[in-house]
């Protein structure tokens, strides 16, 4: 199926239609779209995401979250699927952008950045339902679609397929939570579902082929389960033991904001050097990413309620 898709006439328009984008590159632009990119990359989901759940709109949170992971458990499904090389592995000669070749490991289609950007940003539309968001959301997309085709990472059907799966996510996760219900008994229902389903991806994705991307997919795989598996552990603690109401004055909230993504970040970082001296396996990456998940939902709320006794004590 792969060798069909890459060897035909359809692939090679599309493979030219990257090298006259890249014909129209300049240093200028290339920083430019490098930077647009990175709106599109795990990071800023977890950074609006974790805000969303934290300060606004909890019961929303856990629906987000779960869009994402589904969203990522969907996208690692159809890179195993269909193994279609990078651009720059199909034609040697064609050049990228440097700067985007980190972030662009594993199998090329579909591309998870512009799925993250219709996920994250249309998501936020629709929770906003103001004509300004669907139109910031529509050019957030557009532009970070743009982008991975300028730095030369991703085809247009990378590109075009991604917002396809992005909006029937968004659909589906809609269409499940409207009948199920928000909240975290609904949400663990959701994830324990998708986590058992993230253990036949591991499964599949260790029966891959060996390649250059095999370990991106395996490790992929891995991190997906222990995110999903962490956000349900965290939110059934939560829920238990803290019930906090997301609500507080707003320099409390940029208090919460900023020390509770400066853990998250230490956590991703900090465990990557701990785990990878202990051994290299990708289920090291379950491990960093259930920590992760489930400290941003089940531990760090716990001090919301000592920000919630000072707030009230200025009052």
Same mark, same amino acid.
């Given at each position: 199926?792969? %060798?069909?898709?890459?060897?035909?006439?359809?692939?090679?328009?599309?493979?030219?239609?990257?090298?006259?984008?890249? %014909?129209?590159?300049?240093?200028?632009?290339?920083?430019?779209?490098?930077?647009?990119?990175?709106?599109?990359?795990?990071?800023?989901?977890?950074?609006?995401?974790?805000?969303?759940?934290?300060? =606004?709109?909890?019961?929303? *949170?856990?629906?987000?979250?779960?869009?994402?992971?589904?969203?990522?458990?969907?996208?690692?499904?159809?890179?195993?699927?269909?193994?279609?090389?990078?651009?720059?592995?199909?034609?040697?000669?064609?050049? =990228?952008?440097?700067?985007?070749?980190?972030?662009?490991?594993? @199998?090329?289609?579909?591309?998870?950045?512009?799925?993250?950007?219709?996920?994250?940003?249309?998501?936020?539309?629709?929770?906003?339902?103001?004509?300004?968001?669907?139109?910031?959301?529509?050019?957030? =997309? !557009?532009?970070?679609? +743009?982008?991975?085709?300028?730095?030369?990472?991703?085809?247009?059907?990378?590109?075009? !397929?991604?917002?396809?799966?992005?909006?029937?996510?968004?659909?589906?996760?809609?269409?499940?939570?409207?009948?199920?219900?928000?909240?975290?008994?609904?949400?663990?229902?959701?994830?324990?579902?998708?986590?058992?389903?993230?253990?036949?991806?591991?499964?599949?994705?260790?029966?891959?082929?060996?390649?250059?991307? +095999?370990?991106?997919?395996?490790?992929?795989?891995?991190?997906?389960?222990?995110?999903?598996?962490?956000?349900?552990?965290?939110?059934?603690?939560?829920?238990?033991?803290?019930?906090?109401?997301?609500?507080?004055? @707003?320099?409390?909230?940029?208090?919460?904001?900023?020390?509770?993504?400066?853990?998250?970040?230490?956590?991703?970082?900090?465990?990557?050097?701990?785990? *990878?001296?202990?051994?290299?396996?990708?289920?090291?990456?379950? =491990?960093?990413?259930?920590?992760?998940?489930?400290?941003?939902?089940? !531990?760090?709320?716990?001090?919301?309620?000592?920000?919630?006794?000072?707030?009230?004590?200025?009052?």
């Amino acid at each position: 199926m792969t %060798e069909a898709i890459t060897q035909s006439g359809f692939f090679a328009w599309m493979m030219q239609m990257l090298r006259d984008i890249a %014909e129209t590159r300049t240093p200028f632009f290339d920083g430019i779209m490098s930077r647009v990119t990175v709106l599109g990359e795990e990071m800023a989901f977890i950074v609006i995401g974790l805000i969303l759940f934290w300060c =606004i709109d909890k019961r929303f *949170g856990y629906r987000f979250l779960f869009m994402y992971v589904a969203g990522n458990f969907v996208n690692q499904l159809l890179k195993a699927i269909f193994m279609i090389p990078r651009p720059w592995v199909i034609d040697p000669d064609f050049k =990228i952008v440097e700067a985007a070749r980190e972030g662009a490991s594993g @199998w090329s289609f579909p591309s998870g950045h512009t799925q993250n950007a219709l996920l994250l940003y249309g998501g936020l539309s629709r929770r906003v339902k103001k004509w300004w968001g669907y139109l910031i959301a529509a050019l957030l =997309i !557009v532009l970070i679609g +743009y982008s991975r085709m300028y730095l030369g990472v991703h085809t247009l059907l990378d590109v075009g !397929v991604s917002l396809i799966t992005g909006l029937l996510l968004i659909a589906f996760t809609e269409a499940l939570f409207n009948r199920i219900g928000d909240g975290v008994k609904p949400f663990a229902i959701a994830c324990a579902v998708l986590a058992a389903l993230c253990i036949g991806l591991i499964i599949f994705a260790k029966k891959l082929p060996m390649s250059e991307t +095999y370990n991106d997919q395996v490790k992929g795989a891995f991190m997906l389960f222990g995110t999903t598996f962490g956000l349900l552990a965290g939110g059934v603690v939560e829920k238990r033991f803290i019930d906090f109401d997301p609500r507080s004055k @707003w320099w409390v909230q940029i208090i919460k904001a900023v020390v509770g993504l400066a853990l998250v970040l230490a956590i991703r970082v900090g465990l990557k050097k701990l785990l *990878g001296l202990i051994s290299q396996d990708a289920s090291m990456d379950a =491990i960093r990413y259930f920590a992760m998940s489930f400290f941003a939902l089940g !531990v760090y709320p716990l001090f919301f309620k000592l920000f919630r006794k000072r707030d009230k004590a200025r009052e």
